[in-house]
């Protein structure tokens, strides 16, 4: 079973970059994808971005270009370097892990998931 943590939330002012962070207890994270999701307010997870355990991502069309989704197995941790924000992208951003390694959109294929990091970006 994985714990994951996630930090490198702020408030930030539309244009600047924040880095977050999600680091994993447990074994076998370099078997699991790994997912970012978004909630604003109680609307529903958006997804953000993915990594697969080979590698391979992939990006929701909002971020893409903007956003780039990483992992180092040694350190069981995956990043989200997240450039030219905007204030759309304000929410709490959670880190996710599949452990069947598929690592779509879809947050019921998601098994663990973070507390959840708050970002917030002024216009």
């Known amino acids: 079973q994985a714990h994951l943590v996630e930090s490198g939330g702020g408030s930030v002012q539309a244009g600047d970059s924040l880095r977050l962070s999600c680091a994993a207890s447990?074994?076998?994270?370099?078997?699991?994808?790994m997912g970012w999701f978004r909630q604003v307010e109680e609307k529903e997870f958006e997804f953000v971005a993915a990594?697969?355990?080979?590698?391979?991502?992939c990006y929701a069309d909002s971020v893409k270009g903007r956003f780039t989704v990483s992992r180092d197995n040694a350190k069981k941790t995956v990043y989200l370097p997240m450039n030219n924000l905007k204030p759309e992208d304000t929410a709490v951003y959670y880190c996710?892990?599949?452990?069947?390694?598929?690592?779509?959109?879809?947050?019921?294929?998601?098994?663990?998931w973070g507390q959840g990091t708050q970002v917030t970006v002024s216009s």
């Open positions: 996710a892990g599949d452990w069947a390694g598929l690592g779509s959109m879809r947050v019921a294929q998601y098994n663990y």
């Open positions: 447990g074994r076998s994270f370099s078997t699991y994808a």
């Open positions: 990594i697969r355990r080979g590698g391979s991502t």
